[in-house]
């Protein structure tokens, strides 16, 4: 599967944006998928995760109630919402894709990655 990750931006501190990645292939049903985010000098952080079916999801601890996943498995789209952004959610986004079971949090149980798209929130 092929991810191409969009909606990245520049937002002031308290602002949403909403990130797309869209995936190819007939399979995305089949895929765990995942977002994850880094930021300069530091290692690549889980932020979020979702099921195939999109009844489970799981979050990082610093964007719980902030953020929420979702899917549309209809469009091979999942979406992270991303509301009352802080300058510390600043880093470039990916998304991922995990054959996976359940919702894993670790960068090495994703076989798939889209090219990242960066956010910036600014204070």
């Known amino acids: 599967v092929q991810l191409q990750a969009s909606g990245g931006g520049l937002v002031q501190a308290g602002g949403s944006l909403r990130l797309s990645c869209a995936a190819s292939?007939?399979?995305?049903?089949?895929?765990?998928m995942g977002w994850f985010r880094q930021a300069p000098g530091k290692e690549r952080e889980f932020v979020a995760g979702i099921s195939w079916t999109g009844g489970s999801t799981k979050y990082g601890d610093s964007v719980k109630g902030r953020f929420t996943i979702s899917r549309d498995n209809a469009k091979n789209t999942v979406y992270l919402q991303m509301n009352s952004l802080k300058p510390e959610d600043t880093a470039v986004y990916f998304c991922?894709?995990?054959?996976?079971?359940?919702?894993?949090?670790?960068?090495?149980?994703?076989?798939?990655w889209g090219q990242g798209t960066q956010v910036t929130v600014s204070s």
């Open positions: 292939g007939r399979t995305f049903s089949r895929y765990v």
């Open positions: 991922a894709a995990s054959r996976g079971w359940g919702t894993p949090t670790r960068p090495v149980e994703y076989e798939h």
